[in-house]
């Protein structure tokens, strides 16, 4: 697998999903947005701060710009800032990913859990894919919350990317 492709593909269905989802929050009532449903994360304006925070936290571990923010904190409760800083941050993860190299990819990284608060070290390339595959399990859990409330996000699989549908 080539993992720079990998990276580059998945920071763009990142940003495409996340233009979707969005769109769709949007037009659901702040208060339904904020209600408690039953998810880990409490509600889909929770779920769509949990990402957020988990992009901010990855990205400031690779960019050695930390993010100094706490787990389960509330970032935005102005939804419609919580999108301008999804849309900023998603550039972001896009002009990064066309900056990696094999080599660093390739080598270990040491980061400190924001879960357990332990030390470990991994494969770069390890977390690089933990950071993508966090932002498509939670937007699972949202896509789950927007079908029961009866918005349909519609297909959300890679492959209808639509740079890879062309």
């Not at 949007?26 to 304006?45: M, T, V």
């Not at 999804?86 to 924001?114: G, V």
Request: hydrophobic share 35%; net charge negative; charged share 20%.
């Amino acid at each position: 697998m080539n993992h720079l492709i990998y990276c580059e593909t998945m920071a763009e269905y990142n940003q495409w999903m996340n233009q979707k989802l969005y769109a769709i929050c949007a037009e659901i009532p702040d208060e339904k947005r904020k209600e408690n449903l039953g998810a880990f994360f409490k509600s889909i304006h929770g779920i769509l701060e949990h990402i957020l925070f988990g992009d901010r936290a990855w990205m400031g571990r690779f960019t050695k710009q930390p993010f100094s923010g706490k787990l389960g904190q509330d970032l935005y409760s102005n939804f419609d800032e919580l999108r301008q800083q999804r849309e900023l941050m998603d550039i972001q993860i896009i002009e990064w990913s066309k900056m990696l190299s094999p080599e660093w990819l390739a080598q270990p990284f040491e980061y400190t859990s924001n879960v357990d608060g332990k030390t470990r070290v991994l494969p770069t390339w390890v977390l690089v894919t933990h950071m993508f595959n966090h932002q498509t399990h939670h937007r699972g859990q949202l896509t789950t919350l927007l079908s029961q409330l009866g918005y349909d996000p519609g297909i959300t699989d890679l492959p209808w990317l639509p740079s890879l549908s062309d």
